[in-house]
């Protein structure tokens, strides 16, 4: 008996969309064309270094030790089966949903099992038909590294995994805009507020680094100026904030008593006349 060894693997699930109804429809051109596409996956994962682990049905699992190796291998296996597709009528159209997971995986034999297995099979799943699903760790590890575009999907529930996954699509043209498969709804239902709350974040975070990078000049051009274009822009400031204190912003009474100043900053910008800064 082999013993079972552990190592970290990136691993990519793919299967048919709808082949049940595909097989109802056409048994042997069904099946014909799965073999040739299977064909093109299997020289594609060849390619970038891939081995297919097991094929049953319509469904493939694929092992890679390079993360930014699978995610490629997905985007070629793709792109190539969307442009077979093309020249086919969409009633008898074959398209594979892909998820791909980086994770710890046990090794015995030729086959792998492990949550790092069955994660990537849950996010296939989730994949809409012709795209491509990933988890937090490949997303990690691609995000800065790929000239790729990934849309963040949101937490998910899946079967016989604990916890919620984290969930991106990859951008594919628009050809796989976000659909929902069957039997997922709660996880649409989870994966849209926090969609929101991250949108929001986002937002949150730019518009926090805007403000800093703005006081940030502001204090720069400041310390470049003459003693008395500090004290006057500093007086200005002091009578804005006493005014918003006192009175809000219902009465502005501040641009009198920083007239004066305002008059001597307008001087200065007119005669150009500056000191050597402190």
């Known amino acids: 008996m082999q013993r079972v060894k552990r190592r970290l693997a990136a691993v990519m699930c793919a299967d048919v969309a709808h082949y049940s109804k595909l097989m109802e429809r056409d048994e042997d051109g069904t099946l014909n064309r799965l073999k040739a596409y299977r064909d093109v996956m299997s020289s594609l994962t060849e390619r970038h270094n891939g081995r297919i682990v097991n094929t049953w049905g319509d469904a493939v699992i694929i092992e890679f030790s390079s993360v930014i190796e699978a995610v490629q291998c997905a985007v070629d296996i793709q792109n190539e ?50 795209g491509i699903m990933l988890s937090q760790s490949v997303y990690d590890q691609v995000r800065t590294k790929m000239a790729l575009g990934f849309d963040p999907q949101g937490l998910r529930q899946v079967k016989n995994v604990t916890d919620p996954v984290e969930t991106y699509s990859v951008r594919l043209g628009g050809r796989n805009d976000p659909q929902e498969p069957s039997g997922h709804s709660s996880g649409a239902e989870t994966a849209a507020p926090h969609q929101e709350h991250a949108a929001e974040d986002s937002r949150w975070e730019k518009d926090t680094q805007a403000v800093a990078n703005g006081f940030e000049q502001v204090r720069r051009w400041l310390r470049a100026q003459p003693r008395r274009i500090r004290g006057c822009v500093l007086m200005i400031a002091f009578f804005f904030v006493l005014n918003l204190l006192t009175s809000g912003l219902s009465v502005l009474w501040f641009v009198w008593p920083s007239l004066p100043f305002a008059m001597l900053l307008l001087w200065h910008a007119v005669t150009g006349n500056r000191e050597k800064p402190l």
């Open 81 to 130: 089966l969307s442009l077979r597709n093309a020249e086919v009528p969409d009633a008898t159209r074959m398209e594979f949903r892909i998820g791909i997971n980086l994770g710890d995986i046990m090794v015995e034999g030729d086959d792998i099992y492990g949550d790092g297995v069955n994660v990537a099979a849950r996010l296939q799943e989730l994949a809409p038909k012709g």
